[in-house]
């Protein structure tokens, strides 16, 4: 009766507009934008400063140049606009760089594995604007520098960039986040944003991918070049937007990529849209007979990779645990099952996969046995069982289980090495690699936690000052598979040793000079030099690449402890790990409703506000601290009964409660 009368009134307008913690957003609030301030001149030009503004008057005399530094990574279409010139035949060119290491008045950074991108330059007829052609946007860069390479003068009156990324959100809502976090470490505050922005600046046009005309052709010929050609003119999937790898290059959809970036894209800004298109353009060029997936969509030619077939697969059960839409799980699901059924066609007596192609994320070695493909194949198959529940499909999950179960017990058996405590790549080596270590965790083929906190432990040992090395990957340091790494130790129950690692590894691709400090570099050494050790050309490194946005999803997951436990987060778990923190609040939205957490810890107690959409439930795991008093859990409109839990030496560090419906409420323990 209460209940009836009151709801009216607690959902009348607590409607804000406004965003929490808008003023982290790294996002463009136009798409109109200007340089933010000089970087560095040459020759003779005068009123430098005036370009930063939309009208202004810099003049180029004879051999000279500009560079600009837009102070954060951004991607688009440059238009001058050209005042006064001396005489026809005049130039003026733009080149574009995302690092300062590759500023340049002769080339932009690369795109391809040799060479320095070619300059793009407009012949000047007389005043006017002159944007570029299309295929000549640039996905990525914080710097532009503007050349004049002619006898004579020009007049510039505005340097403006078209902003690209996001194209299918409107001009004014690019900042419109659903979801949000802070915490007392501004660092962290900072990277959960930049990770954001890397993935938004990773979300094209699907018309602008790259052409990748010189995939494949990388020999010494061109290796000294400063003119190497680029277009970003491919049409990559169908729809109105993509995700992709990197935002300068490649410019293509990668589904182990998406493995990182399509969780951080779910706490941030929710774009299932171009989750879907990105998913859709792998599955629409699938071999529809033998069911293999591609290595990398459109136009990347056909490679067999065992972990990237794998990934496209965990990229449609990600979408299902995070949209709940079981009509798009429905309508890939054949073709889901036939790519599950390749995978297992090369599981051989060993009880194992053997790989026997070697496409992965450029690590070496990744071959026979290998413990991270294994694992990744023991996460989709149990995944797998998953999405045949809820399709009500059961025909298939008896045999994926004895499969899963003998992956799991030939793994331990073959490739765990108990005096080292980790696990071996494959049975013919002694190298311990990050990926399968970390995925191991992930993926649950560990067998209890002791075997979790010891490759925990031993990563943690591991560290350079730089951040956590991939020894598979001739000591690189990769962001991506340190993403993994992260969850790895959130599941060892080690929250610290991954706010560390954040602090450690994101903290230097943020603040470094070099780096862009807005988005996350694709990989680097791990003695902190910006040479990716699978690539000849250093310059070619993607300076923002959704695969190192791993802390943006598990600091919100872990972290705040919101987990969605299956169907866009029908079921739920609260479950705040703050480490050393002392406090933090994050929320998100999915299709179901919006899901919340805000904690606090003191030395008398702790204080948690959470949230769930109504119709949902839960499971509230409540963080540790020790001591001993009485937790109270309260709905905030009072329409369920208080949970009352007395936390003693025997529960003190593992206070959990089932059954609970959405809704808002708030837990206190109060210490004695
Ligand atoms: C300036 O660059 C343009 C474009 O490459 C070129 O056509 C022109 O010859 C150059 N002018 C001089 C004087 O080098
Ligand atoms: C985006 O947010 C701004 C300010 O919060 C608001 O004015 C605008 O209407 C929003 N745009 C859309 C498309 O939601
Ligand atoms: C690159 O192009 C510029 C302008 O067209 C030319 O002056 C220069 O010689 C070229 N450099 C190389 C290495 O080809
Ligand atoms: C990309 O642009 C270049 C230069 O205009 C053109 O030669 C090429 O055909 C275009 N490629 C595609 C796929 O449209
Ligand atoms: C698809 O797979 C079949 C069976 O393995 C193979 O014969 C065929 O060449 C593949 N098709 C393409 C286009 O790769
Ligand atoms: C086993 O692992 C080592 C180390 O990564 C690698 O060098 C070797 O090639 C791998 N074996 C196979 C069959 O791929
Ligand atoms: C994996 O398959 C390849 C190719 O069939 C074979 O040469 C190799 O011996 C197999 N590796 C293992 C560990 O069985
Ligand atoms: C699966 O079966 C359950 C119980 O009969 C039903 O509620 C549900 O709608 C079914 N799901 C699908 C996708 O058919
Ligand atoms: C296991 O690891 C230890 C310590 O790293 C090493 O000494 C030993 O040789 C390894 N054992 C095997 C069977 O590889
Ligand atoms: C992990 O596997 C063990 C069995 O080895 C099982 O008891 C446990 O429930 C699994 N954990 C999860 C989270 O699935
Ligand atoms: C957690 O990781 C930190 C490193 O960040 C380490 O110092 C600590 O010993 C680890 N704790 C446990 C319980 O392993
Ligand atoms: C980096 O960006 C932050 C805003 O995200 C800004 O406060 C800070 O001053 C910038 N640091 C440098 C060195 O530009």
Redesign the pocket.
């Known amino acids: 009766m209460n209940l009836i009368l009151l709801l009216p009134i607690v959902l009348l307008p607590i409607l804000s507009s406004a965003i929490p913690y808008e003023q982290y957003i790294l996002a463009p609030s136009s798409r109109t934008l200007y340089p933010l301030s000089v970087h560095s001149t040459n020759g003779s030009v005068s009123n430098t400063e005036s370009l930063t503004t939309s009208s202004g008057s810099s003049i180029f005399q004879d051999d000279s140049a500009t560079s600009y530094d837009f102070g954060k990574n951004i991607a688009g279409v440059v238009t001058l606009t050209i005042g006064s010139v001396s005489d026809p035949g005049q130039?003026i060119?733009v080149t574009f760089s995302e690092s300062s290491l590759w500023i340049s008045n002769k080339s932009c950074d690369a795109t391809a594995d040799a060479g320095k991108d070619e300059?793009l330059?407009f012949?000047l007829d007389g005043p006017g604007r002159y944007t570029a052609p299309r295929e000549k946007e640039r996905g990525g860069f914080r710097y532009m520098t503007l050349v004049h390479?002619?006898?004579g003068s020009v007049e510039v009156t505005a340097a403006e960039v078209y902003y690209t990324a996001m194209p299918h959100w409107e001009d004014d809502a690019i900042r419109n986040y659903t979801g949000y976090f802070n915490s007392d470490d501004e660092l962290l505050n900072r990277i959960w944003y930049a990770g954001a922005y890397t993935n938004q600046l990773c979300t094209i046009d699907p018309h602008q991918g790259d052409a990748l005309i010189h995939i494949f052709q990388i020999n010494s010929s061109i290796s000294d070049a400063t003119n190497v050609t680029w277009y970003n003119n491919y049409t990559i999937t169908n729809g109105s937007s993509a995700l992709v790898d990197g935002a300068k290059r490649d410019r293509i959809v990668w589904a182990g990529d998406m493995a990182i970036a399509v969780p951080g894209i779910v706490v941030s800004t929710n774009d299932v849209i171009t989750i879907e298109n990105s998913i859709n353009s792998l599955f629409d060029i699938q071999n529809q007979t033998s069911g293999q997936l591609p290595y990398a969509g459109r136009p990347f030619p056909t490679i067999l990779s065992f972990t990237y077939h794998l990934y496209t697969l965990l990229g449609v059960a990600d979408h299902y645990l995070y949209t709940g839409d079981i009509e798009y799980l429905s309508s890939l699901w054949d073709k889901w099952k036939l790519a599950l059924s390749f995978s297992l066609s090369f599981v051989d007596d060993s009880g194992l996969m053997n790989v026997t192609s070697p496409a992965d994320w450029l690590r070496f070695g990744m071959g026979g046995h290998n413990i991270e493909a294994n694992s990744i194949l023991y996460y989709t198959i149990n995944q797998g069982i998953l999405l045949a529940e809820a399709l009500n499909d059961t025909s298939p999950i008896p045999s994926w289980q004895t499969t899963a179960k003998a992956i799991k017990s030939a793994a331990n058996a073959l490739l765990w090495n108990e005096t080292a405590g980790m696990y071996i790549d494959n049975e013919t080596t002694t190298l311990m690699p990050q990926d399968g270590n970390s995925w191991a965790v992930v993926s649950n083929l560990t067998l209890n936690s002791s075997q979790a906190e010891s490759i925990s432990a031993n990563l943690v040992n591991r560290w350079t000052p730089y951040g956590a090395p991939a020894l598979e990957a001739a000591d690189a340091i990769s962001p991506f598979i340190s993403g993994f790494e992260l969850q790895a130790h959130f599941l060892a129950n080690n929250a610290t040793a991954a706010l560390d690692l954040m602090r450690l590894q994101w903290g230097f691709m943020l603040d470094d000079p070099r780096m862009t400090n807005s988005t996350f570099i694709e990989g680097y050494s791990s003695t902190g030099e910006l040479h990716y050790a699978p690539y000849l050309n250093d310059a070619r490194i993607s300076h923002a690449h959704g695969w190192a946005t791993g802390p943006t999803s598990s600091l919100t997951f872990y972290v705040a402890g919101i987990q969605l436990l299956n169907a866009g987060g029908r079921t739920w778990r609260i479950a705040p790990a703050l480490g050393d923190l002392k406090f933090v609040d994050a929320g998100f939205s999915t299709s179901l409703g919006f899901f919340a957490a805000k904690t606090q810890v003191s030395d008398a107690g702790w204080h948690v506000d959470f949230e769930a959409p109504e119709g949902t439930s839960g499971e509230i795991k409540l963080p540790s601290i020790s001591c001993v008093g009485q937790v109270v859990i309260q709905e905030v409109n009072g329409r369920c009964e208080d949970i009352a839990i007395d936390v003693t030496e025997a529960n003190v560090r593992q206070v959990s409660t089932v059954g609970v419906a959405g809704g808002k409420w708030k837990a206190t323990l109060t210490c004695k």
């Open positions: 130039y060119g300059t330059w012949k390479n002619t006898t």
